[in-house]
T-cell receptor, first 109, second 113 residues
Framework: RKEVEQDPGPFNVPEGATVAFNCTYS??????FFWYRQDCRKEPKLLMS???SGNEDGRFTAQLNRASQYISLLIRDSKLSDSATYLC??????????FGAGTRLFVKA | NAGVTQTPKFQVLKTGQSMTLQCAQD?????MSWYRQDPGMGLRLIHY???????DQGEVPNGYNVSRSTTEDFPLRLLSAAPSQTSVYFC????????????FGNGTRLTVT
């Protein structure tokens, strides 16, 4: 079983749609959680950290459920520019940062 | 501010050749790491370093060597390239905190024929 698992997609949604991505992790001792965005043939870039109480950054909302070892990312009012691959990232401590394989999103006009 | 700089951007090697992928950061971050990214596999950790003179293995270290003589530089060496090492390689740097994100270089696309 992979340490961090994501639905690879792709998710094809129209502009303005709401889309949600899920991620599960296997190590219950994981300490910190992030969502990164990766555009085609580019390096990953931090989208947002994920906090236990849930957090929001504009159209993006991230949630963490430690009991179920589950992370989610919700994108509201999708834009064409949101088309990318979204990587779920878990830090298990000891500088071990594990990346999920990513979920591809295509937003269409 | 350059952040994390990787060179070269592209490289083609023949099986058995050796080469070094360069990574430099100007953020004075203690932590640096190398990942490879393959289709459907996500990023996999090759080696990492928590400071000058300290390195450790990640998930897929075989076939790669690293050293960290300075805070700024963290080169990745392929001693005898194999086709299985065809991949995109990313170097990353961060501060020593599990709550802090990583900053990535632009990547090196390596093809081994």
């Amino acid at each position: 079983r992979k340490e961090v698992e994501q639905d690879p997609g792709p998710f094809n949604v129209p502009e303005g749609a709401t889309v949600a991505f899920n991620c599960t992790y296997s190590n219950s001792a994981s300490q910190s959680f992030f969502w990164y965005r990766q555009d085609c043939r580019k390096e990953p870039k931090l989208l947002m950290s994920v906090y236990s109480s849930g957090n929001e950054d504009g159209r993006f909302t991230a949630q963490l459920n430690r009991a179920s070892q589950y992370i989610s990312l919700l994108i509201r009012d999708s834009k064409l520019s949101d088309s990318a691959t979204y990587l779920c990232v878990v830090n298990t401590g000891g500088f071990k940062t594990i990346f999920g394989a990513g979920t591809r999103l295509f937003v269409k006009a | 501010n350059a952040g994390v700089t990787q060179t070269p951007k592209f490289q083609v090697l023949k099986t058995g050749q050796s080469m070094t992928l360069q990574c430099a950061q100007d953020m004075n971050h203690e932590y640096m790491s190398w990942y490879r990214q393959d289709p459907g596999m996500g990023l996999r950790l090759i080696h990492y370093s928590v400071g000058a003179g300290i390195t450790d293995q990640g998930e897929v270290p075989n076939g790669y060597n690293v050293s960290r003589s300075t805070t700024e530089d963290f080169p990745l060496r392929l001693l005898s390239a194999a086709p299985s090492q065809t991949s995109v390689y990313f170097c990353a740097a961060g501060i020593q905190s599990s709550n802090s994100p990583l900053h990535f270089g632009n990547g090196t696309r390596l093809t081994v024929t």
